[in-house]
């Protein structure tokens, strides 16, 4: 399946889940675009860098980049953009396979399939901590006024 068709599919299920967690109508296109985004991010790298791991992080930093952006623009809570789009990231297979392992009594499985969706959902929740401490920090940086510094009064207070 190319990419444009993943991000078609991705973006209707990220809306999907924008309707269903009862997001605002004028949120829901856009947090479906960031899915989208999110998961053909993701895809491109596990295709070409073989790694799991850093397709989520990017994705998952994608989506927190643009959820805030959307909702400084909207004036929305990021959380409204950000929920449905990181949806598409979520390990809920690994988290399938690893209980079907523990019924299957297969403990071995059960062991790395968990280690490995534990170690996904880290990512992406770091990803969007990330994201999220950087864009509040650029927006802190920008909204900061230029500060003179007079040396003569440091020294003058130091002296005392």
């Known amino acids: 399946m190319n990419y444009f068709l993943q991000f078609l599919a991705s973006t209707f ?9 009862s ?13 989208g985004i ?13 790694s ?3 397709g989520n992080f990017i994705g998952a930093f994608t989506v927190g980049i643009l959820g805030e952006f959307f909702a400084r623009k909207f004036e929305i809570p990021s959380s409204v953009f950000i929920i449905p789009a990181i949806t598409t ?8 396979y690893t209980m079907n392992y523990f019924v299957q009594g297969k403990q071995n499985l ?3 399939t968990l280690q490995q969706t534990l170690i996904i959902a880290g990512i992406l929740a770091f990803g969007l901590l990330i994201s999220s401490a950087s864009s509040r ?3 802190n940086f920008k909204m900061r ?3 003179k510094f007079d040396y003569r009064k440091f020294i003058k207070r130091k002296e005392k």
Do not use: N
């Open 52 to 54: 799991i791991y850093w």
């Open 145 to 147: 006024k230029d500060i």
């Open 89 to 96: 990231l979520v390990p809920g297979a690994g988290m399938y």
């Open 23 to 35: 997001c605002p109508k004028k949120a829901i296109v856009f947090g479906g675009i960031s899915g």
């Open 110 to 112: 059960v062991s790395t």
């Open 137 to 139: 920090s650029l927006r």
């Open 13 to 21: 299920a990220t809306i999907g889940f924008g309707f269903t967690f």
């Open 38 to 50: 999110a998961w053909v991010i993701f895809q491109v790298i596990k295709s070409e860098f073989d």
